[in-house]
């Protein structure tokens, strides 16, 4: 079956095959045109000249823009690619003193919040559109200096529920001591697009999540469980879920033996069939896109599989 990259080079899905290629470290040039005229690209960078869009309903809805924006910050695009000015510019004018984007919430009274429009950013989305710019290549003073004040934020134990000082005292539901399990996962990724700079949070939160898949019997902060909806494979990295938390931990050199990881990669393994991966879970928004159905095996989803199997190093017998 196709578990190394090599086999799904020829893809016809012109985004996977661009992705293919740079995994391999092969030349780029022709593909990423081809991905760039991708019907399905051009809707989602059409739609994102909206920023912020809709207000936030939920930072789990797939419709959010920043998911969407991570999404193609993650399979390549780059701030001079055509559209990308507009959106980023846009961004860029939403930082606040500290230079976090914001984006439109309104917390209900009900939830601890003032019921009220706000433009506010919370720890469970602004990393992510931080992680965006900068693989997008934007070069702005202001993310480093946004990126080391939310690093700042971090506890002995990862990263808890912190909110901008315009959402007041409000966090989710937990004990402000504990670590947000989604938080300190994109936090996680976001600090290590610089990994010398910020090796002590990298540190505590590579460990808060290898220690929560360890105790996922009984912790279960800020209501993140790791059972049987956990462990589904789901694509894209949107939410706390199997697959987001190993390809994230598998980029860590000094976790990529660690038993709790590869425990973690073994229950994905259990799911391979002989046509690949097939997803358990999906979004849908993304059902334009071979990991928006649960019906047969996805080549993309197939293709983060073997990523992380070339970055743990496994090797077939």
């Known amino acids: 079956m196709p578990l190394h990259l090599t086999d799904l080079m020829n893809t016809p899905d012109p985004v996977l095959a661009y992705n293919v290629l740079r995994a391999l470290k092969k030349d780029t040039a022709e593909s990423k045109k081809r991905l760039l005229a991708d019907e399905r690209i051009q809707a989602l960078v059409q739609e994102l000249q909206d ?22 910050a993650d399979i390549g695009l780059r701030h001079d690619d055509r559209g990308m000015k ?17 984006i439109g919430m309104n917390i209900g009274t009900a939830y601890g919040g003032t019921g009220k429009d706000t433009k506010a950013w919370a720890l469970c989305d602004a990393p992510n559109v931080l992680y965006a710019l900068k693989r997008f290549g934007v070069s702005d003073t202001r993310l480093n200096k946004a990126t080391t004040h939310l690093a700042g934020l971090h506890q002995d134990n990862g990263f808890g529920c912190r909110v901008s000082p315009a959402l007041g005292t409000w966090h989710g539901p937990g004990r402000k001591a504990d670590p947000c399990p ?35 019997k009984t912790r279960h902060p800020y209501i993140f469980y790791m059972g049987t909806d956990f462990r589904k494979l ?26 709790r990881l590869l425990d973690m990669y073994a229950v994905i393994k259990t799911k391979e069939t002989a046509q690949g991966y097939t997803p358990e879970s999906v979004y849908l928004p993304w ?8 019906k047969q095996p996805s080549d993309w989803m197939t293709f983060i599989i073997s990523r992380i199997k070339q970055r743990l190093q496994i090797r077939k017998p």
């Open 287 to 294: 059902r334009a896109w071979d990991f928006g159905q649960k």
């Open 234 to 259: 789901k694509l894209p990295f949107i939410w706390y879920d199997i697959l987001h938390v190993v390809d994230v931990l598998s980029q860590i050199p000094a976790c990529v033996q660690d038993r």
């Open 182 to 216: 989604y938080a300190t996962l994109i936090m996680l990724k976001l600090l290590l697009l610089d990994k010398k700079k910020y090796q002590e949070e990298i540190k505590l939160s590579t460990a808060c999540l290898l220690d929560l898949w360890e105790n996922s």
């Open 51 to 72: 920023w912020p869009g809709p207000q936030l309903s939920s930072h789990k809805s797939a419709s959010q823009f920043f998911h969407k924006l991570v999404f193609l």
């Open 86 to 102: 507009h959106i980023i510019s846009t961004i860029l004018k939403s930082a606040d003193d500290q230079g976090i984007p914001c």
